[in-house]
């Protein structure tokens, strides 16, 4: 254990020698009566940056002035506009320019990767993924499944945590993946789970399924913006994420994906638009569809570009502030939390099970805490005493520090809370 102390006077300390605390102030931080929240939901929809609001008002005056000819003209015009935020996004993911875009939403983008990557072949036609998965995931694969004529019960294996277990071992992954090799043409799964919080080992699931030559594909909603990722040095085949969650760029922001470059020149099956084509004669509007290389070739429309300035804004505060340095920070926040809550459990008999793994190459900066006795009560306090964070039925409370904006300040008095709730309901 690091030299955790649960008191105020430690938590200012840490705040002091944070070379990223003056993020916050990047921040639009919502308030309640007059003081700010003490806001934890990073994991779900990320804080407003206080240069969004420039970023938009900067596309509506050229909207305003060039009307139409905004695609080509201005500071930064629309045609190539989603280009400027494709060296930061391969920075964020461990990749080549060429391998990430940002495009459309998630859902979406993960129907246009499983049409690419999702090629069953006889009776190697299997997709495995992570039990509990998010719904929309589960929905994907389960459409994609059916369309091919497959029946989805015998087709997509899930992986379950052993009994009494709330994760998975790497090693219980693997195994499934070997067990399975002759059936399976693709691994589909979350790179971190959104329930549960667990970072899964993305190297080695990779390593594994390759052995057999099974695909692999991420859904990164959770991990971007929260993790580290190598995505091209892993091999990974492809992967899609959202950016209003941990990106901060805004309700129902442009989501993005990656394809690894070894696949750019083959020709796998999409489903195609005008934004894809070829970007130098794309105004011809000749029939035959032609790619632009790269993720590029996979854009089906006409980009947001109000969504893409957010998103833009967004992507340089994490550009300047550094991933590696954010994660390092992260780690420390969200240990700092972990041990306030192990201290409340020693003081009131464990009524606070902590489900994401303690093991920080396991965990991004969520925890989900099951919450033995009046989960839903303790959850109503928190948000009555300013504290946001998100409740899951049954009785789950996430809670994501979030390493731009979030303060061990913030950290030790969640846990003042927390300890105050629990000590009323024991006394
Ligand atoms: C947040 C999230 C989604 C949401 O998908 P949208 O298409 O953006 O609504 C999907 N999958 C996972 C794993 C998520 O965490």
Redesign the pocket.
């Known amino acids: 254990m690091p030299d955790f102390q649960n008191t105020l006077s430690f938590a200012l300390q840490q705040d002091q020698n944070d070379a990223l605390a003056h993020f916050k102030t990047q921040f639009l931080i919502p308030e309640k009566e007059g003081k700010p929240l003490l806001y934890f939901c990073g994991n779900s929809l990320g804080l407003q940056p206080v240069s969004a609001r420039q970023a938009l008002e900067r596309e509506l005056l050229v909207w305003q002035n060039h009307g139409v000819e905004g695609w080509f003209e201005g500071e930064r015009p629309w045609l190539s506009y989603h280009s400027s935020c494709k060296e930061p996004l391969a920075r964020m993911v461990g990749a080549l320019a060429s391998e990430v875009c940002p495009m459309n939403?998630?859902?979406?983008n993960l129907h246009l990767m499983l049409t690419s990557f999702y090629q069953p072949q006889g009776a190697r036609n299997k997709i495995l993924t992570v039990a509990g998965?998010?719904p929309?995931?589960q929905y994907a694969l389960e459409t994609h499944v059916r369309s091919r004529g497959l029946d989805p019960a015998q087709t997509i294996l899930e992986v379950k945590p052993a009994n009494g277990k709330n994760t998975l071992k790497t090693e219980e992954i693997l195994s499934a993946i070997r067990s399975h090799k002759d059936s399976l043409t693709l691994v589909m799964m979350?790179g971190l789970h959104?329930y549960t919080g667990q970072l899964y080992d993305m190297q080695r699931i990779v390593q594994e399924a390759h052995m057999y030559n099974i695909s692999v594909g991420f859904?990164l909603?959770?991990a971007i913006g929260n993790a580290p990722l190598r995505l091209h040095a892993w091999g990974v085949d492809f992967a899609v994420w959202?950016s209003y969650?941990y990106l901060n760029s805004g309700p129902?922001g442009v989501?993005g994906i990656f394809i690894h470059e070894k696949h750019h020149a083959e020709n796998l099956s999409r489903l195609a638009g005008w934004w894809g084509y070829d970007e130098s004669r794309r105004f011809e509007m000749a029939p035959g569809f032609v790619p632009m290389s790269g993720a590029d070739g996979w854009q089906l429309s006409t980009p947001t570009i109000l969504a893409l300035a957010v998103h833009r804004a967004s992507l340089a505060i994490f550009e300047e502030a550094g991933i590696e340095n954010l994660r390092a920070k992260s780690e420390r926040l969200t240990g700092f939390l972990e041990f306030i809550l192990q201290e409340i459990n020693l003081k009131y008999h464990n009524p606070i099970k902590i489900l994401t793994p303690t093991e920080t190459a396991a965990r991004g900066c969520q925890l989900s805490l099951l919450v033995q006795k009046d989960g839903k009560m303790l959850f109503d306090y928190l948000v009555n005493q300013g504290i946001i964070g998100d409740w899951r039925e049954p009785n789950c409370i996430r809670l994501a520090p979030v390493p731009l904006y979030n303060s061990f300040e913030d950290v030790y008095k969640v846990g003042q809370e927390i300890d105050r709730f629990i000590s009323a309901l024991n006394s």
């Open positions: 939403n998630l859902t979406v998965d998010f929309s995931d979350s959104y859904d909603a959770h959202c969650k129902g989501s």
